[in-house]
């Protein structure tokens, strides 16, 4: 065996990850008020740069497809991208349900192109004057119910347990001495429900004062899973009474609140400030034109009057020019933050008209791959353009990443249908069942073929508890307990 040395030379590429590229990428998963403090704390650490920011969020009319700025300005948004349940509420009885971005588009699906309801209300209507603080109610309530200083003192110790459904997350061992004083309270403290520690006594709160807290009530409320479930077979061996009389009271219990504290606010209002605004243009192409929201786009100036003339020593040129390089550094990464924002905005509008135009059923699937080949981007790239961004559409503010749905084939060999627009065939199906004509999960996918979906059984029913929607034999014993109770 021979050994030797050979001296070669070879040509390679590499990505190196410098830290000016790794912050860029951060930049660009921001959501506003994270990119808001970060320039705060870069405009903190470095004299050369001074933060503009709009005094309060405002959704413009847009009239370019870039806002410019101001006058001797330096801005990121300098340069034009020219190219390229159970209650009525939604609270189940088993606890909260918060809907994600695929219901949101669900919710909006019935809004006409002009809007309706609350979605057609202006964003000044929306915001409103705000909610009043729980903390101050709650307090208010307190002095109103105690007249003895020192109760009220015990009983403001409890303000800081209080959630924002206006429950009271205090000790399950609470002193013995101090429950007459809670009950007092819950009973006299408006609305009925506050400073309740759990679903079932909120519940009971409010049935109370109905004097409608019998033994069976109170039976019912022990036994709230059942409830949600509709399993009133077993609520009836529990209770003795009769599914019609269950059923009843299931509509009862459905007209209270269970979130008394929901009329408040723990903390000010915060609205959502959407990164781009959608306005119906005929002249653009697709009909529809995409602008950035500059409230959504903090402007930032150097301040090259702040560098003295001729006076600093070495070490301060070093560090003033270090400065200056990374505010021209910063600014650039803004600049293409906006660019690739409103790129990926560009594209989703461009993808998704027919929704704009005319609702949820005409959510086109869309997956990440689709739009990040569509800009010739990386999907993780757009994957953190889309998160915590919102589009104000003429259908509500909605965020990115709920534009993007599943596909799913279309039986007749055409254009295949997203995810969410079957869901919101499935909910409308459901909703026009007659009391004989309750459509099994194999009936609904048939229904669906018809129409051009090709959709399994157990899809449906993945989907229709997905909707929150019971299955055909729930739905059927409810008919029937209706007929029978009217």
Known sequence: MNLSMNLHVRQSQSLAMTPQLLQSIRLLQFHHVELLAFLQREAEGNPLLELVAPAEPAVPAPADRVPEPAAGDPSPLSGRQDDGAAFSDGTGLEGE?????????????????????????????????????????????????????????????????????????????????????LRRLQDEAEPAGLFARSLEECLAIQLRRRDRLDPVMTSVLANLP???????????????????ELVDILAEIRALDPRPGSAFSLDAPVAVVPDAVVTQDRAAPGGWQVALNPDAFPRLRIRLESVPAGSANGEERSFLAHCRQSAGWLQRSLEGRARTILKVADEIVKRQGAFLAHGGGHLRPMTLMDVAGAVGMHESTISRVTAGKYLATPRGTVEMKAFFSGAIAASDGGEAHSAESVKLRIRNLVAAESPGGVLSDDDIAARLQGDGVELARRTVAKYREALGIPSSVQRRREFKARRLAG
Request: glycine share 8%; proline share 6%; aromatic share 6%.
């Open 226 to 244: 059942l409830l949600a479930r509709r399993d009133f077979a077993a609520l009836s061996r529990l209770t003795g009474e009769s599914e019609a």
């Open 97 to 181: 349900r918060h809907p994600d971005a695929a219901e949101r588009l669900l919710d909006l699906a019935y809004a006409g192109p002009g809007g309706s309801g609350a979605e057609a209300s202006s964003w000044e209507e929306r915001l409103g004057d705000g909610l009043p603080s729980l903390h101050a109610h709650a307090l208010r309530e307190i002095a109103d119910v105690f007249g003895s200083q020192d109760e009220r003192r015990l009983a403001e110790l409890w303000l800081a347990d209080l959630d924002a459904s206006g429950f009271l997350f205090a000790d399950a061992d609470l002193p013995p001495d101090l429950l007459p004083l």
